[in-house]
């Protein structure tokens, strides 16, 4: 199947800072890629929609100021968590689907945050 | 409004079968996607059904009822290493996956 790589996989930021997430589609090109965070014991839950070169698409009570999504090309999406706090910390999943319509959505290997 | 249910947890032993059933409610259909996730890891995609019937792949099938906005995931033979959450995702008119809260399965020797 397609390798999304994510990265990094883990990291630990002080209360404040910013930390900046990257999502690439290695085999295929993604233009649509996919943001998701997930807490502990609880399921996927979509944070944003992020389309080549145009303005990601925000779920309900996402806060867009914070979560800054930036999808420059056609095989990277990037996730930046600005001013982050420790209820930030959660693990962060993206997914791409090559092309559009119905088509098997691939994850990265997530990133888990962790605000001290 | 769009809804998956699905069982928090599941226990079952090794070597036996166990069944994940899922229900949904969406806004439009356009497939049932099954997906793996052991702790700690991203999902890793089992399945994918559109039509109704049974679709088998190994030790693992995945069935649906469009009518019954159902399907159920059937684990034959467990295998210690089987033991993960199991995803049911639901693909809607805009080709979004609504996903349910996940199925905790847990395999005993």
């Known amino acids: 199947g397609a390798v999304v790589s994510q990265h990094p996989s883990w990291v630990i930021c002080k209360s404040g800072t910013s930390v900046k997430i990257e999502c690439r589609s290695l085999?295929?090109?993604?233009?649509?890629m996919f943001w998701y965070r997930q807490f502990p014991k609880q399921s996927l839950m979509l944070m944003a929609t992020?389309?080549?070169?145009?303005?990601?698409?925000?779920e309900q009570g996402v806060e867009k100021d914070k979560f800054l999504i930036n999808h420059a090309s056609l095989t990277l999406s990037t996730l930046t968590v600005t001013s982050a706090h420790p209820e930030d910390s959660s693990f962060y999943i993206c997914?791409?689907?090559?092309?559009?319509?119905?088509?098997?959505?691939?994850f990265g290997q997530g990133t888990r945050l962790t605000v001290v | 409004g769009q809804n998956i249910d699905q069982p928090t947890e599941m226990t079952a032993t090794e070597g036996a079968i166990v069944q994940i059933n899922c229900t949904y409610q969406?806004?439009?259909?356009?497939?049932l996607f099954w997906y793996q996730q052991h702790a700690g890891e991203a999902p890793t995609f089992l399945s994918y059904?559109?039509l109704d019937g049974l679709e088998e792949k190994g030790r693992f099938s995945s069935f649906l009822s469009r009518s019954k906005g159902y399907s159920y995931l059937l684990l034959k033979e467990l295998q210690m290493k089987d033991s993960a959450s199991y995803l049911c995702?639901?693909?809607?008119?805009?080709?979004?996956?609504?996903w349910g809260a996940g199925t905790k399965l847990i395999i005993k020797p």
């Open positions: 997914s791409a689907k090559p092309g559009t319509g119905v088509t098997e959505a691939f």
């Open positions: 085999d295929f090109q993604a233009t649509t």
């Open positions: 992020s389309n080549e070169g145009s303005k990601a698409t925000y």
């Open positions: 969406t806004s439009g259909f356009n497939g």
């Open positions: 059904n559109v």
């Open positions: 995702a639901a693909m809607d008119s805009n080709y979004q996956l609504i």
